[in-house]
Nanobody
Framework: QVQLVESGGGLVQPGGSLRLSCAAS????????MGWYRQAPGKQRELVAH???????NYADSVKGRFTISRDNAKNTVYLQMNSLKPEDTAVYYC???????????????WGKGTLVTVSS
């Protein structure tokens, strides 16, 4: 069984920074894509950023230039550095692992439980 555990959320003032981490555990051989999604109250879940095992990245237009995604393949961990945070970044941030290969399954997707980020003065 694969588990994703996020950390690093919290309350921050506008213009501030936070760093989210997500560690995947289990009998994992490889993870093709790791990413972050977010869901604000009353809105649909949306992609924030994702990164492939080869280091290719993709960002939502709303976070380009402010957020940076990175990963440590050896640790099956993905990070999201969030700078210049705005109130509209307030949401629950979910970690996603896609194309996961384990000892028993191939190509599965997994989600973390989410971590709350609140940007407010």
């Amino acid at each position: 069984q694969v588990q994703l555990v996020e950390s690093g959320g919290g309350l921050v003032q506008p213009g501030g920074s936070l760093r989210l981490s997500c560690a995947a555990s289990g009998s994992i051989f490889s993870i093709y894509v790791m990413g972050w999604y977010r869901q604000a109250p009353g809105k649909q879940r949306e992609l924030v950023a994702h990164i492939t095992s080869g280091g290719n990245t993709n960002y939502a237009d709303s976070v380009k230039g402010r957020f940076t995604i990175s990963r440590d393949n050896a640790k099956n961990t993905v990070y999201l550095q969030m700078n210049s945070l705005k109130p509209e970044d307030t949401a629950v941030y979910y970690c996603n692992a896609a194309g996961v290969i384990t000892t028993t399954r191939v190509g599965m997707d997994y989600w973390g439980k989410g971590t709350l980020v609140t940007v407010s003065s």
